[in-house]
């Protein structure tokens, strides 16, 4: 009695004698052909190949090739030098730092996580909720606060960013129960419906004439052109900022 071998196929479990492998002949395994297949594919491909010569790989050429591609990988493995764990040197990662920040002109000493966002610290550490967090990517314009004198997006600078800087906020515009003139402006003109969007172009339109007072329509439209109003209500906010310019 030859040695056999197990296999598996479609589910099936059958034993097949070593010497029937071996052999060219094709074999029946109880109506499936398994490893006969290798048989019948070398036999098509020696009819092509008397035909057109070597046309392509066999299966059990390609299988050999395999062996010799992987044995060189496990090689290459070997040779690459192995960092030893013990010795590299240690990098430790920022985790947390201390800041000092002036916001709405008082100074904060913050100790900040290195992944934080300034808006993040601004509503969540310190209370400022006027600053509105939408899309969280500099896609909406809604987080703008100034920072140095120019409009920034709060969701994509980091806190340590904001070390030794002055930034402002939407609250520090009012003075108590009185307004200031640009949200003045935007009341009269009614430039916001929802008003989500109202703090952001606030903080742009005020970084826009703090430096340019009697900005342009074309100049108003390129300084608000960051800040997204879903409401669309773009006509009566550049009418709005454009009043003001206009009596600067
Ligand atoms: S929340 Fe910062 S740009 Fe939208
Ligand atoms: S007023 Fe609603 S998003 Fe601008």
Same mark, same amino acid.
């Given at each position: 009695m030859p040695p056999a071998r197990r296999f598996v196929s479609l589910g099936r479990d059958f034993e097949l004698p070593i010497s029937?492998?071996?052999?060219?002949?094709? /074999?029946?395994?109880n109506g499936m052909e398994g490893v006969a297949m290798d048989k019948k594919e070398d036999a098509?491909?020696?009819?092509?190949?008397?035909? +057109?010569?070597?046309?392509?790989?066999?299966?059990?050429d390609f299988l050999k090739g395999m062996g010799v591609s992987t044995a060189a990988a496990a090689m290459a493995t070997v040779v690459v030098p192995q960092l030893e764990a013990e010795t590299a040197p240690l990098v430790k990662g920022i985790r947390e730092a201390v800041i000092v920040t002036e916001i709405n002109g008082k100074k904060y000493r913050l100790a900040v996580k290195s992944h934080w966002t300034l808006l993040d610290v601004l509503r969540r550490?310190?209370?400022?909720?006027?600053t509105k967090k939408t899309?969280?990517?500099?896609?909406?314009? &809604?987080?703008?606060?100034?920072m140095d004198g120019k409009a920034v997006f709060a969701c994509s600078l980091l806190a340590v960013e904001a070390d030794q800087r002055k930034i402002t906020t939407i609250e520090a515009l009012s003075e108590g129960e009185?307004?200031?003139?640009?949200?003045?402006? +935007?009341?009269?003109?009614? /430039?916001?419906?929802?008003? +989500?969007?109202?703090?952001?172009?606030?903080?742009?339109?005020? &970084?826009?004439?703090?430096?340019?007072?009697? /900005?342009?329509m074309a100049e108003i439209?390129? &300084?608000?052109?960051?800040?997204?109003?879903?409401? &669309?209500?773009?006509?009566?906010?550049?009418k709005a900022v454009l009043s003001l310019a206009q009596k600067a």
């Open positions: 029937v492998k071996d052999t060219d002949q094709p /074999a029946n395994l098509s491909i020696s009819r092509e190949e008397k035909q +057109f010569g070597k046309l392509r790989p066999s299966r059990r550490e310190i209370g400022l909720t006027g899309c969280d990517r500099s896609s909406c314009g &809604a987080c703008t606060v100034i009185t307004l200031h003139p640009i949200q003045a402006a +935007f009341i009269r003109e009614d /430039a916001y419906q929802c008003g +989500f969007c109202t703090p952001g172009m606030i903080m742009s339109t005020k &970084a826009l004439l703090d430096s340019n007072p009697r /900005a342009s439209k390129e &300084a608000l052109s960051g800040n997204i109003c879903r409401c &669309a209500a773009y006509p009566k906010i550049t």
